[in-house]
């Protein structure tokens, strides 16, 4: 039985004024820190128009771009600690749609801080270059994930 209530309000975070993407608001909303929406705003698109000069393209290219390379970085499944008769196993589960979404912008912002590179909208453009390509440090913590949810395999039966 879960201790708390499941929230049956889903706030709607709007779309950003530029690309009109709620998945590119939603990416703001995470990267901004003690309220500067702005400088967030900044960062996002400043990487999606170093996006535009890589790939040659327009907006809406580097768009769909966006969305390809979030979506190699988006896990399907997850480990889930359970406690059963004094051990604790690590039981894999499938991830809520909303749930990885969250998951897939906390592990690229972690992913684009770590590297090095003069700005923020730099380091996230060439993060997202790699996660376009199967490679970088986000989707390295997704295969990783991934990875330990297989190893945990025989374990699946415990979760009910």
Avoid: C
């Avoid at 600690?81 to 690590?90: I, L």
């Amino acid at each position: 039985m879960p201790r708390r209530k499941k929230a049956n309000f889903i706030r709607d975070v709007g779309v950003d004024a530029r690309f009109r993407s709620p998945l590119v608001q939603q990416m703001i909303n995470v990267i901004m820190e003690r309220g500067k929406k702005s400088v967030a705003r900044r960062i996002i698109y400043d990487a999606l128009d170093i996006i535009v000069k890589k790939t040659n393209s327009d907006d809406k290219k580097s768009l769909e771009f966006f969305n390809k390379a979030f979506e190699q970085i988006v896990p399907v499944v997850e480990v889930r600690p359970r406690r059963v008769g004094g051990s604790v196993y690590q039981i894999p589960t499938e991830v809520a749609p909303r749930r990885a979404r969250s998951l897939g912008m906390r592990w690229l912002i972690t992913a684009a801080a770590a590297r090095s590179g003069r700005t923020m909208g730099q380091r996230l453009a060439n993060e997202l270059f790699d996660a376009y390509e199967g490679r970088g440090g986000a989707v390295k913590k997704r295969s990783d994930v991934q990875r330990m949810a297989e190893a945990n395999r025989a374990f699946s039966h415990y979760a009910w």
